[in-house]
Nanobody, 121 residues
Framework: QVQLVESGGGLVQSGGSLRLSCAASGTIFSINAMGWYRQAPGKQRELVATITSGGSTNYADSVKGRFTISRDNAKNMVYLQMTSLKPEDTAVYYC???????????????WGQGTQVTVSS
């Protein structure tokens, strides 16, 4: 079994900052990409940022320059530092990992349960 557990969400004023963390645990052989996605009420889930095991990053245009994704490969953790938050950043933020549980198994996508981020104006 693999679990992804997010933490760090909450309520913050516009212009404020939050740091999200996600820990992957269980039987894990290797993790390729990890990332953050978000889903606002009435909208589809969208990519926020991803990071490969080598540290290459990709960001949604809406968060470039404000959010920073990072990871600790030794701890199987990924982080999202969010600054200059806007009300439109309000959403449930989900952690995602593309990983192999065992060397003989194919890679699979796993999701966390999500953490709520609310930005007040």
């Amino acid at each position: 079994q693999v679990q992804l557990v997010e933490s760090g969400g909450g309520l913050v004023q516009s212009g404020g900052s939050l740091r999200l963390s996600c820990a992957a645990s269980g039987t894990i052989f290797s993790i390729n990409a990890m990332g953050w996605y978000r889903q606002a009420p009435g909208k589809q889930r969208e990519l926020v940022a991803t990071i490969t095991s080598g540290g290459s990053t990709n960001y949604a245009d809406s968060v470039k320059g404000r959010f920073t994704i990072s990871r600790d490969n030794a701890k199987n953790m990924v982080y999202l530092q969010m600054t200059s938050l806007k009300p439109e950043d309000t959403a449930v933020y989900y952690c995602n990992a593309d990983l192999k549980r065992l060397p003989q198994l194919p890679r699979r996508n796993y999701w966390g349960q999500g953490t709520q981020v609310t930005v007040s104006s």
